[in-house]
């Protein structure tokens, strides 16, 4: 039995090879994400090892306000030099140094543009001396306060070179002039640790740019003396300094760092791994499809077999040991184009990072078992319904011209009611909010029922719909046999169109999720912003584009302008949880420039120590006009602040508002974004060009009229959708497959039809034609699928997210209109090999053909 197995598997290679690439493409997202993950793991684990290489030990004052990688960058707060002298004096330390190191320098380049960073930080640090790591490759250490020395990555980045005079963005003080006086790089002849740029001052300028206060160092560099353990010493130190201190040796600092940047790339896995369940989805309506098919025409001699005496489990056998085999060789190609594609996507990680030294190419455990797992059940799971239907064919069909009838479609219509009513049951719960602390699971699940319903559905109505998109091509004779060809077989079309279906419902659903957002978020900011210009600029990093304080002084008195405001943002523990905080320069903004109303108290003046908060945070905070709340922010120690004013909830303004005087104490002292509202007569073109000249300082950031500063940040939203889009197109690519093995399984299975049709005179070009019309009708029936499915998904999503501010519903028309007609040309394309391969069958062999 398993040689007759093997020798009927052989000889259908062909057939088996388009099923099999389906487990291929999905296998390899699979692969390739651990494969990702591995390599970047290790990478950052090398990076951080280098990074804290001369570091026994590190002392740090306890942050404020603990932050995630996800969260943006971790401020450490200053301490007075006087601790330096404390770590000194603790027996074992053999030095340890002062030493300033924040994020947030950033050099504008050759081109008059800040040199951008992806990822890693941008350091402002004071140079502390040569050493085993860092060492000087040009020119010499920075002696005055005008003059800095840089790291050749940054050098090269932004094409400058040593004895030029440069600008630099910090955030605490506006763009200041620099002299190069060095250029370092670091052991093993590298331009940089892990792509992050850095710009070193003098102690006393690094105090002042990156901390904000002299004779301040927020670490100390600890080296143990000889015959003292890193351990001991640790614990030494921490005695001495206090419980206001984090002591860590350099080996914890390392695993840390790289354990954040390690739980951010998980998430990118999580993604990679979403999208291989999509593919393989897709991948199995395809495998299903194909093994259905060929078991179909193999009923004659599986019939035979049984005749001669193998019973029902050597039939079922038989047909998972072929899916086993496909499964295997899939999972062996699917693993080596895995391996592939993790190279490459690690390769443009490391050069959109800033040139990462990646570590060598890993292959972990996980990606192998994943690979051979996930491509042998899929395979096998998608072949055991037709190796069931194997099994149940009597011997009695081998003495029978036999056909294949198709069963009623009673049992899989109420089976497809039932999925679909569990998946409606579970979006409901999801997108209403109650499935606790499921709720994406929930999602997630009552979309994969929602699918798997539809394509159970899709047998009932294909004929009726299918029949309806053939007589556009009926026509002809070919176009009338096409029609008739692609309704015959209502359970082959359906999954056949339902691979397909499962793409473009994706696509689409997403299309008609993000369109919303970006309408609603467009509608909403012109119904609320009432200021004429608008600064801002993309963040390209963790940190936002900032700008100098002084532009807001400076703008106000320009004639024309009758207000501007200058909105700053930071991360805080208000009343014990962690929230995003906002303030305002201008007391009236919030009315004025953003058209909210009180529904408690004062909101138009906020004096030191007291805070407004939306109605949405009173409630559920239990906040009230007189309440108070402990504040802490990134600097400073808590202050206790008064609620004096209640505001309409916003999805434009945060959901808590503190005066000006806070932003000393934020993060990033520096306004975020202007506003700037022109009195009654005044003329945008007259004063845009003299608030563009105040910021001739602040290139990262630009003023723009309201309706392109909209335009700007809706159009984040179409990156995000064309890179979903793009890695949705593996899910069609597969679906397409799909379509070519159908057609080419069906030429195969109507050998004798197609040859009597040629003989009572249906010409090559003719048979080419009704193939192909097969293939439209089958195309354009799955895409219409997944418009109609899409779109509903997509509603129901938008009607959830209504209290969240997505009050659109945008239906892409156009895009949905070319999903159809793509669809048309998917088909044609599809129909080309099977096609061909009908008109050459010889005539009279077809005719004989058993």
Known sequence: ??????KSLLARKLRLILSGLAVVLGVMFVSGAFVLTDTLGRTFDSIFADAYEGIDVNVAAKPKIAMSEMEGEQTAPPFAATTVDTVKAVPGVAEATGVVAADGAR???????????FGPPQLGENWTGESDVVRLREGREPRADDEIVINKGLATAGKVKLGERVGVLTPLEPKREFTIVGIFGYSGNRDSIGGANEIMFTTPMAQRLMLGEPGTFNSVSVKAAGGVSDES????????????????????????????FKEALSFFNRILLGFAAVALLVGTFLILNTFSIIVAQRTRELALMRAIGANRRQMIGSVVLEAVAVGLIASVLGLAAGIGIGALLAWAFGNLAGGLTLAGLGVPASAVIGAFAVGLVITVVAALLPALRASRIPPIAAMQDVATPDRPLTRITLAGGLVTAVGAALLVLGLGGNAGGNTLVTILGGVLFAFIGVALLTPLISRPVVSLLGAIFA??????????????????TAITAAALMVGIALVT???VILDSAKSSISGLAQDTIKAELVIAGVQSGPRPPT?????LQKAAAIPGVQLVDGEYGDLAVVGGERTWVGASSEDAALRQVFGVRPTAGDIDRLAPGQMLVSSDTAEARNLSVGSTVPVQLARGEPTTYTVTGIYESSQITGGVLLPAEAVRDFAIPQPIQGFIQLAPGARVADVQPQVEALLADSPEVSVADRDAFIEQQASQVDGLLTMIQILLALAIVIAVLGIVNTLALSVLERTRELGLLRAIGLRRAQTMRMITVEAVVI???????????????????????????????????SQMGVFLGLAAIVGVVAAVLPAIRAARINVLGAIAHD
């Open 1 to 6: 039995m398993i040689r007759a197995t093997l």
């Open 475 to 492: 026509w002809s004779v070919p176009g009338k046999l096409g029609r008739l060809n692609s309704g015959r077989n209502p359970r082959r």
């Open 547 to 551: 700008f100098d304080p002084a532009v």
């Open 779 to 813: 195309s354009v029936f799955g895409a219409l699928l997944g418009v109609v499915v899409g779109a509903g998904l997509g509603a129901a999503v938008v009607e959830a997210l209504k209290d969240e501010g997505i009050t659109d519903l945008i239906l892409p028309w």
């Open 509 to 511: 659903g997403v299309t």
């Open 233 to 260: 010493l640790r614990d030494a130190v921490a005695s001495a300094v206090g419980d206001g201190f984090v002591v860590k040796t350099g080996e914890q600092l390392s695993t840390e760092a790289a354990e954040g």
């Open 107 to 117: 050099l504008i380049g050759s081109n008059g543009k800040a040199v951008a960073s």
